[in-house]
T-cell receptor
Framework: LAKTTQPISMDSYEGQEVNITCSHN???????ITWYQQFPSQGPRFIIQ???TKVTNEVASLFIPADRKSSTLSLPRVSLSDTAVYYC???????????FGAGTTVTVRA | EAGVTQFPSHSVIEKGQTVTLRCDPI?????LYWYRRVMGKEIKFLLH????????ESGMPNNRFLAERTGGTYSTLKVQPAELEDSGVYFC???????????????FGQGTRLTVV
C-alpha cells in the first residue's frame, strides 16, 4: 500500500473553501485515491474517489495532477457540520484492508 | 436502505469478563470487516469475512478475540477474557463484491465503544 502524508489539522471558518492536500509519492499504476470522512462518534464515511484529473460530487471535489503523486480534496463553502477527520487512502481493488492513518482534523468555526 | 448497524453502542465491563459485539451489515454485502481504534491510535484492520468464511484475520491481536459470521449474515466479535488494553472503539464495515478495477466503497457502522475497567 502506498504511504500517504496529510496535514494533522486545519482550521477554517464557515463559508470558506477548505483544501486538504495528500502526498502519495509511491502511488502505483493501479492505485486509486479515496477519501473518507469521519464525524465524532461515527464510523468513517466514503466521500470521493478518483484516479486522475478531477472528480466532483455533491460533497467535494478531488484534484489529481498528472503525476498522481499528490491529490487535493476540496470542500466548498464549509459549514460547522463539516468539522470532521478526513482520511486519504491509496490502493487498488485488491486492497481491502483500509489503512486510515492519522487523517486531517478539520475544524470549522463560526 | 438500512446501513451497517452495531450493537451495543457502548459497553463497560470489568477486566476478565466477556463481551460480545454484534454487527449487521448492509443486506446483500458479502464482505464484512472489523476494525478498531484504541486510545490515541489509528483505526486498524482486524479481520475480513467473505460470506461466512474468514478471508483474513491477520489483524486480530490475540486468541482472546473470536469473530464469527454464521450463515453469512450478521457477525459477532467476542473478547474473552477482556483486558484493559482492549478498550477502544470497534467498527464494523461491509462492502459489495470486489470490483474489476477500482476499490470498493466500504460502509461503516457507528462503532461500539468498549471500556474495560
Amino acid at each position: 500500500l502506498a504511504k500517504t502524508t496529510q496535514p494533522i489539522s486545519m482550521d477554517s471558518y464557515e463559508g470558506q473553501e477548505v483544501n486538504i492536500t495528500c502526498s502519495h509519492n509511491n502511488i502505483a499504476t493501479n492505485d486509486y485515491i479515496t477519501w473518507y470522512q469521519q464525524f465524532p462518534s461515527q464510523g468513517p464515511r466514503f466521500i470521493i474517489q478518483g484516479y486522475k484529473t478531477k472528480v466532483t460530487n455533491e460533497v467535494a471535489s478531488l484534484f489529481i495532477p498528472a503525476d498522481r503523486k499528490s491529490s487535493t480534496l476540496s470542500l466548498p463553502r464549509v459549514s460547522l457540520s463539516d468539522t470532521a477527520v478526513y482520511y486519504c487512502l491509496v490502493g487498488d481493488n485488491d486492497d481491502y484492508k483500509l489503512s486510515f492513518g492519522a487523517g486531517t482534523t478539520v475544524t470549522v468555526r463560526a | 436502505e438500512a446501513g451497517v448497524t452495531q450493537f451495543p453502542s457502548h459497553s463497560v465491563i470489568e477486566k476478565g469478563q466477556t463481551v460480545t459485539l454484534r454487527c449487521d451489515p448492509i443486506s446483500g454485502h458479502d464482505n464484512l470487516y472489523w476494525y478498531r481504534r484504541v486510545m490515541g491510535k489509528e483505526i486498524k484492520f482486524l479481520l475480513h469475512f467473505v460470506k461466512e468464511s474468514k478471508q483474513d484475520e491477520s489483524g486480530m491481536p490475540n486468541n482472546r478475540f473470536l469473530a464469527e459470521r454464521t450463515g453469512g449474515t450478521y457477525s459477532t466479535l467476542k473478547v474473552q477474557p477482556a483486558e484493559l488494553e482492549d478498550s477502544g472503539v470497534y467498527f464494523c464495515a461491509s462492502s459489495q463484491e470486489r470490483r474489476r478495477t477500482r476499490p470498493t466503497e466500504a460502509f461503516f457502522g457507528q462503532g461500539t465503544r468498549l471500556t474495560v475497567v
